[in-house]
T-cell receptor, first 111, second 115 residues
């Protein structure tokens, strides 16, 4: 299975943008890039996903490198509520649609 | 819609006891999943189901059993509980009509301690 690599932790200041990186150098052509986040003591929640083009939704933006070997989740204005573990996951036909979670990036947001 | 609900929220078991973790979804999703999450780690897939009557093993199925008699319910059974099964258990569902595109919706989790 294609693997993702994320920093263990990152810090941000409230109301500033946050760029969370993810490397996936062995991504296959049919793998989608998904981001989930897990707030403290809660189940994971979907954030955003993409295949080749950059994507925006009400929660975040996803910037995908042209060679698709890396991507960046962008939170435009971090709030205290965005403090969570963020997981970058590849899923598609190769994984039978299943999600394989790594350890993610723990984002802390300072007031 | 309630989404994915799980009961109980917390449970303490003694070694060798058995229990069933309940999971129900009201989104008419075909796919359902059980994960466990050990402290400081990501989630690991225990079992999943692609529809009523169909289940399959995930990454860590040993010590667990599942059944799927209805679209809505996907209970996880622990037989002969062991301390290694102390974890937080999450149930999830997805429509999965398009592999790779569909998103999973997670329940709030059940925190299980085996002493």
């Amino acid at each position: 299975d294609a693997k993702t690599t994320q920093p263990n932790s990152m810090e941000s200041n409230e109301e500033e943008p946050v760029h969370l990186p993810c490397n996936h150098s062995t991504i296959s052509g049919t793998d989608y890039i998904h981001w989930y986040r897990q707030l403290p003591s809660q189940g994971p929640e979907y954030v955003i996903h993409g295949l080749t083009s950059n994507v925006n939704n009400r929660m975040a933006s996803l910037a995908i490198a042209e060679d698709r070997k890396s991507s960046t989740l962008i939170l435009h204005r971090a709030t205290l509520r965005d403090a969570a573990v963020y997981y970058c996951i590849l899923t598609g036909d190769n994984q039978g649609g299943k999600l394989i979670f790594g350890q993610g990036t723990e984002l802390s947001v300072k007031p | 819609n309630a989404g994915v609900t799980q009961t109980p929220k917390f449970r303490i078991l003694k070694i060798g006891q058995s229990m069933t973790l309940q999971c129900t979804q009201d989104m008419n999703h075909n796919y359902m999943y059980w994960y466990r999450q050990d402290p400081g780690m990501g989630l690991k897939l225990i079992y999943y189901s692609v529809g009523a009557g169909i289940t399959d093993k995930g990454e860590v199925p040993n010590g667990y059993n599942v059944s799927r008699s209805t679209t809505e319910d996907f209970p996880l059974r622990l037989e002969l509980a062991a301390p290694s099964q102390t974890s937080v258990y999450f149930c999830a569902s997805s429509s999965s009509h398009r592999t790779g595109v569909d998103t999973q919706y997670f329940g709030p989790g059940t925190r299980l301690t085996v002493l």
